[in-house]
Every structure is written in structure tokens, then in C-alpha cells.
């Protein structure tokens, strides 16, 4: 997305206020979230439209425990491959229901895959289903001190801006 007049428009400081309310409870009914942002209900309204018609909004979404569902592994695998191996690949990842997210990279591998299994030997099992792409490797993740961090809607830029690496 570009910023064009109207999403400079829908960015102002209501905007921003109603992506800040959202992100902290994206079940919050129209009329609260006009309350809190000091606009009509149906200014609110309006205004989430036009969000979601121009992709500032791509959805209202909920946050499951993936232990809950069984899910008790969850991995990065940096994938390098050739050419003739590269759109391949693109296709199958996205036909694999482990891949929670697949990002195309600069530098020495092509893709970063997050994904999440029940068990190691599944896990073992996707690794070896994408040798045929590339060269996987694989970290596994211990624990993730920050698992999911809000966007900053202020429009400046915060803390590592500020702040400066220690002077040796």
C-alpha cells in the first residue's frame, strides 16, 4: 500500500487512534470505539470502511494458543535454492498447512519460513518434504520473549531511533 490523499486522510490522528483501540481489542463494538476516539458511531463506522476498502484494515483477527492445538514445535527454516528450484518452491510452501508465514529475503537464502508442528518427527518430516526445493536450515525456537508486538500508530519513530548503542 501507498500513501495516497486518502490514506493520508484516513492516517490522521483518528485514524490512528481507532488502529491503536483495534489492536488492543479488534471485538470492540462501533459505538465504544467512536467513544473513545471522540468521532460519531457513524463517523466510526465510515471511517473503518474506508480503512478496510483502501487495505489499511485486512481483517479482524483473533490470537490461538498453538500448544493448545497440539502444536508443540515451532521452527524457522531459511531455504536457499537454484532458479529452476525458486517458483517451485513459492508454490509449494503455500500448499504446506505447517507454514504459518513465508517471507522472500535479500542476501544468501531466498525464503524464511516460520512454521509450527505437533511433534519433532513431523517437523523432521517437513524438512525432509522441502529438500527437493533447496538446502534447508532449521532453528528451533525455545521460547519468544516478544511473541507479538502492536504497531506503533503514533506516525514517529520510537524507541531504537532514540536510543544508542553502549560506547565500548
Known amino acids: 500500500m501507498t500513501l495516497d490523499s486518502t490514506t493520508t486522510y484516513l492516517m490522521d490522528s483518528f485514524g490512528r487512534q481507532l488502529l491503536a483501540e483495534l489492536q488492543d481489542n479488534a471485538r470492540i463494538s462501533t459505538a465504544e470505539l467512536a467513544r473513545r476516539v471522540g468521532l460519531s458511531p457513524t463517523a466510526t463506522a465510515e471511517r473503518l470502511k474506508q480503512m478496510e476498502e483502501v487495505g489499511i484494515l485486512r481483517g479482524y483477527t483473533i490470537d490461538i494458543d498453538r500448544e493448545a492445538l497440539g502444536l508443540e514445535v515451532m521452527a524457522f527454516i531459511r531455504m536457499s535454492c537454484d532458479g529452476p528450484h525458486y517458483f517451485r518452491l513459492m508454490e509449494f510452501v503455500q500448499t504446506l498447512e505447517e507454514v504459518r508465514e513465508c517471507h522472500h529475503l535479500t542476501g544468501g537464502d531466498a525464503f524464511l519460513l516460520k512454521v509450527t508442528t505437533t511433534s519433532m518427527d513431523a517437523l523432521e518430516a517437513l524438512i525432509e518434504a522441502l529438500l527437493p526445493y533447496g538446502n534447508p536450515v532449521t532453528s528451533l525456537v525455545l521460547s519468544s ?23 565500548r
Open 145 to 167: 520473549p516478544v511473541p507479538h508486538r502492536k504497531y506503533a500508530v503514533t506516525g514517529k519513530l520510537t524507541t531504537a531511533a532514540r536510543k544508542r548503542a553502549p560506547r
